[in-house]
């Protein structure tokens, strides 16, 4: 059973820091690989990072040393995601996806063909 529910999003201003959350996976048998998404208005759902069952963390270019994915380190949260957004920037402003999927994808691979499951998404705005 997975239904994704997003969590932890707000509104900060430019330099502010947030921390999403992402749960719903009753699955304990299996290692979902994991990703974070976002779309703004007007624009294509984007890619941010994924994390596959090893640990293995794929980061988009404009996200790289500001946030960071990570999962439960334990059988009932190993399939529990989180996106540690530091140094927030008005840019990073959107609606926030979790997503979870057996099999792993490029980042925007996954974005394009949205495959797996999918949360319905939480507002995180940066403000200047």
């Not at 270019?61 to 960071?68: A, L, P, Q, W, Y």
Request: with cysteine.
């Amino acid at each position: 059973q997975v239904d994704l529910v997003e969590s932890g999003g707000g509104s900060v201003q430019t330099g502010g820091s947030l921390r999403l959350s992402c749960a719903g996976v009753t699955d304990t048998a299996a290692t979902y690989c994991m990703g974070w998404f976002r779309q703004a208005p007007g624009k294509e759902r984007e890619g941010v990072a994924s994390i596959d069952s090893n640990g293995v963390t794929t980061y988009a270019d404009s996200v790289k040393g500001r946030f960071t994915a990570s999962r439960g380190n334990d059988k009932n949260t190993k399939n529990t995601l989180f996106l540690q957004m530091n140094s927030l920037k008005p840019e990073d402003t959107a609606m926030y996806y979790c997503a979870a999927s057996i099999g792993c994808y490029a980042l925007d691979t996954w974005a394009s063909t949205r495959s797996g499951h999918w949360g319905q998404g939480t507002q995180v705005t940066v403000s200047s």
